[in-house]
């Protein structure tokens, strides 16, 4: 890079009680700037007595002094209460793995929250007086989360869903939609 003092230092995602959101940005923010590998390897530590060349000290103090960026990193992006939990772990693929086993939702409540997902999908409704562009933005809304839980979703699913559940008022323009499109090939964009 020509000039690493132009780059404004993003800030890391703070924990907001959504394990599986923030952890997908913390993840995309720690591979951006190069420290997933940390992470996710965590650092090979030599044996005790295991004499190391140079190259291998330069190598191991490098990894050292990411780890200590990613923990640093990670300290900030977490409240009081759970960082006191964390304290006494090693190294941030402890810290990491640790907080991941604590928040992350486990299969049966994932399973829980898209049952409730889909209940709430089928019975979407566009509302009087609401406009489409925010009846659209709520549908999505609610499509986006099914897929984020697992749902096989297409754009063809919510494009019925969303012409299906306007109210009356639009009843012309879902009928030239339907007589001028090929709904099967109609994306979420076109519609």
Not at 134 to 156: L, P, Q
Not at 157 to 183: A, C, H, N
Request: hydrophobic share 35%; aromatic share 10%; proline share 2%.
């Amino acid at each position: 890079m020509a000039s690493d003092s132009n780059f404004v230092q993003a800030t890391i995602p703070q924990f907001d009680g959504h394990y599986d959101h923030w952890s997908m940005l913390v993840e995309n923010f720690l591979r951006s700037n190069e420290y997933w590998p940390i992470v996710e390897d965590g650092i090979d530590t030599p044996a005790v007595g295991k004499i190391l060349t140079n190259a291998q000290k330069i190598e191991l103090e490098a990894k050292k002094l990411k780890d200590l960026k990613v923990k640093n990193y990670l300290f900030q992006a977490i409240d009081r209460p759970i960082l006191e939990t964390i304290l006494y772990k090693e190294n941030s693929k402890d810290i990491w793995d640790s907080i991941k086993k604590k928040y992350q939702s486990t299969a049966k409540v994932k399973r829980t929250q898209l049952q409730a997902l889909i209940r709430n999908f089928e019975t979407l409704q566009m509302k009087d007086g609401e406009s489409i562009i925010s009846y659209c933005a709520r549908t999505m809304e609610i499509s986006n989360k099914m897929r984020f839980h697992g749902e096989k979703m297409t754009d063809v699913t919510i494009v019925d869903k969303i012409l299906r559940s306007l109210t009356s008022k639009y009843d012309y323009v879902v009928f030239s939609t339907e007589e001028s499109k090929d709904i099967d090939e109609l994306s979420l964009d076109e519609l």
